[in-house]
């Protein structure tokens, strides 16, 4: 037992969460390195003759530069086992992300220091705030053009609602940067910005503050005495518990491309945060320290190796230990099974494993018959962690094959990306799957599967556009749909478990459909 205790105390799960752009891919990058994990970081630009990300594992992510799935990359590090969770930054794919940080333990949140809080950053921190799961704040970029830090304090505090406590403060930005100062130790750490090997990194230095006048200039020195006052009497102090609850997000600065404050930031990260957390269960909160294995599966990935042609289901595991070959009782297919070909992965990479504990994120294979949402637990065990809810598409197009004899592949690649979350898949009334119809959060997953039916499976298709921003799925599945009254301008399909749904043009229509139709209750989410 205190075996499996230590093991379980030393794990660290947690997500990467930014607005695109920001520098996330880079951060992972530099984490990696300092993991031992990978040799050379990347570049994340969308050129052919540049190295890509390791997270961005999939095709289209190496052509576009940008991260269209989460990745899951699991290293070591003084004494840690991390398991890492790069999630997409494109709002297009926020499906996904949201899901990964239903595995997660905590996040860190990286925001460009010249442009503050964006868009996609409030999306996904409210995810966060749903599950008070605590949230780390990396400011980066600060060796480019940056706001005042007290502005982004500011910014952080007043848009996202949480408080904020600077771990380290910046002395300059952009050009004029020259480090941070820790609060902790009073020490500075300067920075001077060197390429090497066509890389930038950072020349770095640690000297006391009240000797640092001579090496950052009289300017800066009396600016960071002046900011370190007003800090002391105005920041919120430190505090772990609030921390823990997310209520406080420790700000650190650095730079990721340069590698400046990264170490810095792992570091405290690690310290701050907390071994696998309990999760919630129809039996009440599972305990992850329990000797009884239990997990859920987060997400589901088709073809993550050409060579292999394998449906790979990601699990985080909630409590106990895994052993291969364990025999597990899988809750919503009522039976027992065991996991096959468990693996340990690092994006597309992956190694087989014999045993792993409650934090880790592992994959197994799936013969076709999981879910997102899925759960597993020991053998004398039958409960059920919350689900994971499904957003409501709000872009739809028609999709049919341009080769008919490829009817056999597309079938089977749309159901398999279908059964991954990132598209959901509709059939127009008394019609079969030679044409159907597809529903997605953002467009840019339109591209996504249209270029991943033609590399992954050989099938070329046709899209069309449909004018349907709404879907609301009918209470009663036994419903005629057909002899509803005035639907002229509204699409009658079903999902792939037989549900009616109506897809609207436009939020007054569902109204008025409601009024003509005595009875008929619509639902915005599927509660099958």
Request: aromatic letters at 10%; glycine letters at 8%.
């Amino acid at each position: 037992m205190a075996g499996l205790k230590n093991e379980i105390q030393r794990r660290r799960t947690f997500a990467i969460i930014s607005h695109p752009d920001a520098g996330k891919t880079t951060l992972t990058e530099k984490f990696l390195l300092y993991g031992g994990a990978i040799n050379t970081a990347g570049s994340v630009k969308g050129k052919a003759t540049s190295r890509h990300a390791v997270s961005d594992w999939m095709e289209i992510e190496k052509q576009r530069g940008i991260s269209v799935t989460s990745s899951v990359l699991q290293f070591s590090y003084q004494g840690y086992c991390i398991n890492l969770l790069d999630t997409p930054g494109h709002q297009d794919f926020s499906e996904d992300t949201y899901r990964t940080l239903m595995a997660a333990d905590s996040a860190v949140m990286v925001i460009d220091a010249s442009k503050g809080v964006e868009a996609q950053t409030k999306k996904l921190f409210k995810v966060c705030l749903l599950r008070d799961i605590p949230v780390f704040t990396f400011i980066n970029k600060m060796d480019l053009d940056a706001n005042d830090p007290f502005d982004l304090m500011d910014e952080i505090e007043r848009e996202l609602g949480i408080r904020t406590c600077p771990v380290n403060w910046p002395v300059g930005s952009g050009k004029q940067f020259q480090g941070v100062y820790d609060r902790n130790t009073k020490m500075i750490t300067t920075f001077r910005a060197v390429s090497t090997g066509g890389q930038k990194e950072a020349e770095t230095s640690v000297i006391k503050a009240e000797e640092s006048r001579g090496r950052i200039g009289d300017a800066f020195y009396e600016q960071l005495m002046e900011d370190i006052e007003l800090l002391d009497g105005a920041c919120e102090e430190f505090d772990m518990e609030k921390v823990s609850r997310g209520k406080l997000s420790p700000v650190f600065f650095g730079s990721a491309l340069t590698n400046f404050g990264v170490e810095t930031f792992l570091d405290h990260f690690l310290q701050m945060t907390t071994p696998p957390l309990p999760r919630i269960s129809d039996e009440g909160l599972i305990d992850p320290f329990s000797e009884d294995f239990s997990a859920f599966v987060f997400k589901i990935q088709a073809n993550m190796n050409k060579n292999h042609r394998d449906r790979i289901a990601f699990i985080r595991i909630c409590s106990g230990k895994f052993d291969a070959g364990m025999e597990v009782y899988h809750v919503q297919g009522e039976r027992k099974l065991k996991l096959s070909q468990p693996q340990q992965l690092m994006a597309q990479d992956r190694r087989i494993v014999e045993e792993a504990y409650a934090g880790d994120i592992i994959g197994v294979f799936d013969p076709g018959m999981f879910s997102i949402g899925d759960t597993f637990c020991a053998a004398n065990r039958k409960f059920a962690f919350e689900g994971i809810p499904t957003f409501a598409p709000e872009h739809f197009a028609r999709i049919r094959q341009v080769d008919t004899m490829k009817r056999k592949q597309f079938v089977k690649g749309v159901n398999q990306i279908a059964q991954e979350g990132a598209i959901q898949i509709f059939q127009e009334i008394n019609s079969g799957m030679e044409e159907i119809i597809v529903g997605v959060v953002g467009v840019l997953q339109f591209d996504v599967l249209k270029f991943r039916l033609e590399h992954e499976y050989g099938c070329e298709i046709r899209m069309e556009n449909l004018p349907y921003e709404h879907i609301r799925w009918v209470k009663d599945r036994t419903m005629d749909i057909t002899k509803l009254k005035g639907v002229s301008d509204v699409k009658k399909v079903r999902d792939l478990k037989g549900n009616p749904l109506l897809l609207f043009s436009n939020i007054w229509s569902v109204q008025m459909v409601l009024d003509r139709n005595e009875g008929l209750e619509l639902l915005e989410f599927d509660r099958s």
